[in-house]
């Protein structure tokens, strides 16, 4: 079956009572045993049934089979936050004394997990330009316990050479860990491009429209011991597992995840060759532009559809924050993937507790918009665009 027919056809781990053609929102805790011997079993993890819901829950299993089914994972974790995915994720990699290596072109928390959180726990974080091969050679040693990266960073839109890192990362017998939640699993293979472990905020386009908090790890099954400490430790003690209400509405998210993610990404693009063509811009960021320093390599990993992440840049930081305060359509928000245009302002806000000095080293301006195109029609967006930068209210 194609990428849209298994979004909707995987099938139920087991027959619902009444037949239901969606999957139920399993909101019981617990869960009742025939006899103790079979409780025992569950408990100790000889039969994987639900037992309590803090740790599994048949809605989020089903939601987790549905992920599996459309990349060929071996393991799929749901959790409750694209945060907590990240989280989980790095804890059950690293330790004292271990190195992550990475690059300073991270999303804010995640930057601020890696070097600050992390690093109170003995964890050290080696950030280094992850397009320079060498640099990442140099940076690996025998206390490294992964590489990671996003596949298009957020908001400098840039795109490393997955498939160069994952042979640094199997010489070294170490996984290569990416968060892909700019573009959806479902248009590339994370297997082969490289990758052990992909992380997404599930949040975005998965949930259909800004419905539902989540996360997802998504396991190829290259690092067995990973893969038992996810399942086991990381949900079991870190209480960060999915709730039954959040996977239902991703369940159904996950039916239309194809068709709008090609309307959004169709509309991105149109929209970045827009702004390409009015004197106020001074840059657009979108790996879908042959402008881009990246297109070729990121059309190589992820295909011909580059997300729905378009940034941009005017001549200071007063004319970006005129341009959010005059904008008539496009909401003035946070997240990306909404079925509604949204627009930020990268430097004050998600990155607005970092000193200035800091963000200038990820390579992050005061000069720079954010957009997260929706469903609207790319004209209306287009006009909105237009009025606000021309308006000098």
């Not at 994987?48 to 799929?76: C, F, Q, W």
């Not at 879908?288 to 320093?293: A, K, M």
């Not at 904008?327 to 509604?340: C, E, M, S, V, Y």
Request: net charge negative; glycine share 6%.
């Amino acid at each position: 079956m194609k990428q849209s027919t298994k979004a909707i056809h995987t099938p139920y781990e087991r027959r619902d009572a009444w037949d239901a053609l969606q999957i139920p929102v399993y909101n019981s805790l617990a869960y009742e045993f025939d006899d103790a011997s079979y409780m025992s079993d569950v408990f100790s993890g000889k039969v994987i049934v639900p037992d309590y819901s803090r740790v599994l829950n048949p809605t989020v299993m089903h939601l987790e089979d549905r992920v599996r089914n459309l990349t060929g994972a071996k393991e799929v974790s749901a959790f409750s936050s694209g945060m907590a995915a990240i989280s989980a994720m790095l804890i059950a990699v690293s330790g004292t004394g271990k190195n992550i290596v990475s690059s300073k072109h991270m999303f804010g928390n995640t930057y601020l997990l890696v070097t600050r959180t992390l690093a109170r726990f003995g964890v050290e974080a080696r950030l280094v330009d992850l397009c320079n091969i060498d640099e990442v050679k140099n940076a690996v040693d025998e206390n490294t316990c992964c590489i990671f990266l996003e596949s298009v960073t957020n908001p400098q839109t840039e795109v490393a050479d997955t498939r160069a890192l994952g042979e640094i990362a199997r010489k070294w017998n170490i996984p290569l860990i990416a968060d892909t939640t700019i573009v959806p699993f479902t248009e590339f293979d994370g297997k082969k491009n490289g990758l052990d472990f992909q992380v997404v905020s599930s949040t975005k386009y998965i949930s259909g429209g800004a419905t539902s908090l989540g996360g997802l790890i998504i396991d190829y099954g290259n690092f067995p011991k990973v893969s038992e400490c996810i399942k086991k430790e990381m949900v079991f003690n870190l209480g960060g597992y999915m709730g039954p209400q959040a996977a239902y509405m991703q369940v159904i998210g996950l039916e239309t995840l194809e068709v709008r993610y090609r309307r959004q990404a169709e509309t991105a693009k149109k929209i970045a060759e827009f702004l390409m063509t009015l004197p106020e811009v001074k840059a657009v960021g979108y790996p879908g532009l042959e402008s881009h320093p990246n297109h070729k390599l990121f059309k190589e990993l992820y295909g011909d559809t580059a997300g729905g992440m378009v940034t941009f840049d005017l001549s200071d930081q007063e004319s970006c924050y005129n341009f959010i305060n005059n904008l008539k359509l496009i909401h003035r928000a946070t997240n990306l993937f909404d079925n509604r245009s949204l627009a930020i302002h990268p430097w004050s806000t998600i990155f607005g507790t970092l000193e200035d000095d800091e963000k200038r080293e990820m390579d992050l301006k005061p000069t720079t918009i954010r957009l997260s195109i929706g469903l609207e029609d790319p004209e209306d967006l287009m006009e909105d665009i237009k009025q606000s930068l021309e308006s000098r209210d």
